[in-house]
């Protein structure tokens, strides 16, 4: 019989079974700001073996752990203490669950004996805020620990639900005395996954794909981050190589396929590339994997998204599915990288199954996005501003096949990047697109160093954005991470500028110094935090500079003067109808028309 001294000897306080289990799980980082309301947790964590990096601000640190978890395809974790704490991460959680990033938030709580519960009051306990109603929305699974044999379960199923079906976020609130309870290992609640039930017959799906390419003279794949997601890129990588189809890709994955790849013809959307949106539009059969076809590439219109073609749309999420009104669609419902098996094998049964007008089509596409390049000569020209199209040239032929390209997540910044950017095989680059929040730049380079093992990384940030989050240049200076900052300075908020020009005659309302808003001195803010920095006024002058900045992986900010005029261009233009209504302009007619050339 056992006694109480070895029963004893068996407790271990729960904050520290919290980080063995995350330590078990090969979390290998947790990005965190201590709190009074996460003692226990910040004590457990400190002692655990666990690398932790400590942020300024909770939402630079819930940042990170989203950019962490989109490089790794592991939950980034984060640790915030009570009240504030949680209610500044959840700006970065809501960007996980829009990009399906796998995250684990643990925050502290109030004790047990100080919660509102169902008294119907605001506050009781020191910092108490009911955090799980607010992220309950934007989580897989949200849940407050109030019993102590539990924790297991917890454990155990928000990881489950992280790193799942379609991945996202989860969340554990953890009031102080349950934090610092001894429990028993041996007797604690289990958490058993069940049968979530098969999805679409994928045996019928690729049946019905492998007829209508059989049938097709201009197929066409659009890779989407579904195809990541579940750990599939390299059977896709040998699915395109038998089948020789034309392929394009989301901003998700940009960087699946290099510039100079055999198959690879751009990333068509809104924002996309002139020549990948004729593409799409001329295709006689699209094959989507793994993408949300979210309005950003149907430009708002699904009627009109491939409207020659037909249509083999494969997504994780019914809901997804059910959203689309796209005509001509055979919708099916599983794991993208399932369906990639299936596909693949299938095929290796069958003979014939490319057609040699493949070629001529793959081809056509090749030319056709010769003929209409995102940057041209104009933008190389001598003027007393760097033109950003300029830029991403020059920093693509000076970029290593290792980098880690990290454009910020709102503005021109973000939008001229992906659209010009020439990919190098070997490089990543990733952002928080669908949120689009500005502020993410700073804080998501860190936590992208960090989950590629501290690879040299490049920012590309806008002035506006990167005051949101410019604190944490205090935390790259402290881990001396080899990122290469890039700010454009353009006067205020240049896409906000753009907006209320083309569409409110010219009325800003807080966008530049003339209407309300200004900006510090960036160079002096960065100086203060222990950094040189270098400032850049021309096209000229960058030509000269940017190669030597690059020759090393030395930390830099660079400010560069660009042109404050200067708007993502081709693009496809949203204007105000005659009922008031913001309108989008068709997917094949981007801005400028094509005879304006």
């Not at 980082?29 to 909770?58: K, N």
């Not at 009031?175 to 309870?181: A, I, N």
């Not at 799906?205 to 579904?226: R, Y």
């Not at 270098?534 to 992986?553: A, H, V, W, Y």
Request: aromatic share 8%; net charge negative; hydrophobic share 35%.
């Amino acid at each position: 019989m056992e006694t109480v001294r070895e029963r004893i000897a068996k407790m271990i306080k729960l904050s520290d079974y919290v980080f063995k289990f995350l330590k078990d799980k090969g979390v290998k980082h947790v990005f965190m700001l201590p709190g009074g309301g996460a003692m226990h947790l910040c004590d457990s964590l400190g002692t655990s073996g666990i690398e932790y990096i400590p942020f300024l601000h909770e939402q630079g640190a819930s940042i990170a752990a989203e950019a962490y978890g989109q490089h790794t395809n592991t939950p980034g974790v984060c640790l915030v203490t009570s009240g504030p704490g949680g209610t500044n991460a959840i700006t970065a959680v809501t960007a996980g669950w829009i990009d399906s990033t796998p995250m684990f938030i643990i925050s502290g709580q109030a004790k047990r004996s100080d919660l509102v519960g169902d008294k119907g009051v605001r506050q009781i306990g020191s910092q108490e805020v009911q955090i799980v109603p607010m992220i309950t929305p934007v989580t897989k699974y949200a849940m407050q620990v109030l019993e102590p044999t539990e924790i297991r379960y917890h454990l155990e199923k928000a990881w489950h639900e992280a790193t799942s079906g379609r991945p996202g976020p989860v969340w554990l609130d953890i009031p102080l005395d349950v934090q610092g309870c001894q429990i028993d290992e041996d007797n604690l609640k289990v958490y058993e996954p069940k049968d979530t039930g098969s999805h679409s017959d994928i045996s019928k799906a690729v049946d019905q794909t492998i007829e209508l390419l059989s049938q097709s003279k201009k197929p066409l794949i659009l890779a989407g981050n579904g195809i990541k997601l579940s750990g599939a890129c390299d059977q896709f990588d040998k699915l395109i190589r038998t089948l020789g189809i034309p392929v394009q890709t989301t901003w998700k994955t940009i960087d699946m396929l290099d510039e100079s790849d055999a198959l690879y013809v751009g990333h068509p959307g809104i924002m996309g590339d002139r020549g990948a949106n004729l593409i799409i539009q001329e295709a006689d059969l699209l094959l989507s994997i793994g993408s949300r076809l979210d309005t950003s590439i149907t430009a708002f219109n699904d009627e009109h998204f491939a409207f020659n073609a037909k249509k083999v749309i494969i997504d994780i999420d019914q809901n997804e599915l059910n959203r689309m009104s796209i005509p001509d669609s055979v919708k099916v419902c599983c794991d993208a990288g399932d369906f990639i098996d299936e596909l693949t094998y299938m095929l290796s049964t069958k003979t014939n199954s490319t057609h040699l007008w493949w070629h001529e089509w793959l081809e056509y596409c090749k030319d056709i996005r010769g003929k209409y390049p995102v940057i041209t000569k104009k933008h190389g020209e001598e003027s007393d501003r760097v033109s950003a199209y300029h830029f991403i040239d020059v920093l693509c032929d000076n970029l290593n096949e290792d980098d880690i390209i990290v454009p910020e997540s709102s503005g021109g910044a973000g939008e001229i990047t992906y659209q010009a950017f020439r990919l190098k095989k070997g490089q990543k680059m990733k952002n928080a697109a669908g949120l689009g929040s500005m502020g993410f730049g700073l804080p998501y380079a860190i936590g992208s160093c960090i989950a590629n093992n501290r690879r040299r990384t490049i920012l590309i940030n806008g002035d506006g954005a990167f005051q949101l989050n410019i604190q944490e240049l205090e935390t790259l200076h402290r881990l001396s991470l080899p990122l290469k900052i890039f700010i454009w300075c353009n006067d205020g908020y240049a896409s906000i500028r753009s907006m209320q020009r083309n569409n409110f005659e010219g009325r800003y309302v807080g966008s530049d110094e003339y209407s309300g808003h200004t900006m510090p001195d960036i160079c002096r803010v960065a100086e203060a935090y222990g950094f040189e920095v270098c400032q850049i006024q021309s096209n000229g002058e960058l030509d000269k500079t940017l190669p030597k900045i690059m020759l090393d992986d030395k930390w830099v900010i660079c400010v560069l003067v660009v042109d404050p005029n200067e708007t993502v261009s081709p693009r496809v233009k949203a204007y105000i109808g005659a009922d008031g209504k913001m309108k989008s302009g068709l997917l094949e007619e981007m801005w400028p028309r094509m005879n304006d050339f």
